[in-house]
């Protein structure tokens, strides 16, 4: 039996190392693998779902729009994001879901004891981790969320996108050549892939910030982007994307095999996360 992760590109995926430590730990007897594919190779994969074949996949940039198409049955947060992530067979019928934003909520309430409820929350991207972000924070009752793209239209196609959906939450738009957040803002959210090459700094005003204000930048690799380095050199709490990456794939480790993981296995998985890279 063997579970996959899918994208392109794939080589530096960490998800094969975080799966098979936990399927080893709790005695599956199956095999986790990333496999590079093309995007006209997505219905054999899943028609593999649907014999048996492969038990689970996951799946990453860029396909976790392209793949709903071929799903039979999709989870209402999938829905709402607009991408799946985890697929498997559910009575019969090939299951989408997706945990990235529900990783990400929970890394942070775990790491910092965070309550999202009514917070003010400073949103960098408009891209699937947005999205997946954005409906979780939603979720959780926060009071604002700004949203600032380097495309502006993208920008405005999300936040009509959850403004139809929800009325509670201020969803208020800001300009990436712009980015001065006021003093409300209680945390802010890179989730674009700016930051990824190491020479690349954002242009973001940190004056008026509150000193109690926490820095995500989901970019993994590098351990410290040049956003994190600044607001740590600005005596900010400021966390990489790692420990959200682990807390999506503990969720769909649940969905695969209902285990739920304790803090012990996501802290040893961490561990030896840390030391791979
Ligand atoms: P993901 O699923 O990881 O969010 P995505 O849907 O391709 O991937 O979205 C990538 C995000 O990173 C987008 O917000 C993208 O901005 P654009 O909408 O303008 O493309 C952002 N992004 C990527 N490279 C960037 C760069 N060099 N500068 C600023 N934003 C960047």
């Not at 199956?30 to 014999?51: A, G, T, W």
């Not at 712009?178 to 090459?197: E, R």
Request: aromatic fraction near 10%; glycine fraction near 6%; charged fraction near 25%.
């Amino acid at each position: 039996m063997t579970l996959y992760v899918i994208g392109k590109p794939i080589k530096h995926s960490l998800s094969p190392i975080i799966h098979n430590f936990w399927i080893n730990k709790y005695k599956l007897s199956l095999e986790y693998k990333k496999m590079e594919v093309e995007k006209d190779f997505l219905p054999s994969l899943i028609k593999d779902v649907r014999n048996g074949k492969v038990t689970g996949l996951n799946i990453t940039i860029p396909y976790k729009r392209d793949i709903i198409k071929f799903i039979d049955e999709i989870s209402n947060t999938a829905k709402d994001i607009g991408a799946i992530n985890t697929v498997f067979l559910k009575r019969d019928k090939v299951y989408g879901d997706n945990t990235d934003g529900i990783g990400f909520t929970r890394a942070l309430e775990k790491k910092k004891n965070f309550n999202f409820f009514n917070k003010s929350i400073y949103v960098l991207g408009a891209g699937g981790a947005s999205h997946g972000i954005i409906s979780e924070l939603i979720k959780k009752k926060v009071k604002t969320i700004y949203v600032a793209n380097r495309t502006k239209q993208k920008t405005i196609k999300l936040l009509n996108f959850f403004k139809n959906k929800n009325n509670n939450v201020d969803l208020k738009f800001v300009d990436w050549e712009n980015l001065v957040p006021n003093s409300d803002v209680d945390l802010i959210i890179n989730t674009t892939s700016f930051g990824m090459n190491e020479n690349e700094a954002l242009k973001i005003d940190t004056r008026n910030l509150k000193t109690t204000l926490i820095l995500v930048d989901i970019i993994y690799n590098p351990r410290e982007t040049k956003l994190i380095k600044l607001f740590r050199k600005e005596g900010f709490f400021c966390m990489n994307g790692l420990c959200m990456l682990i807390e999506q794939a503990a969720v769909s480790f649940e969905l695969w095999f209902n285990i739920s993981l304790n803090n012990k296995d996501i802290e040893e998985v961490k561990k030896i996360c840390e030391a791979s890279y």
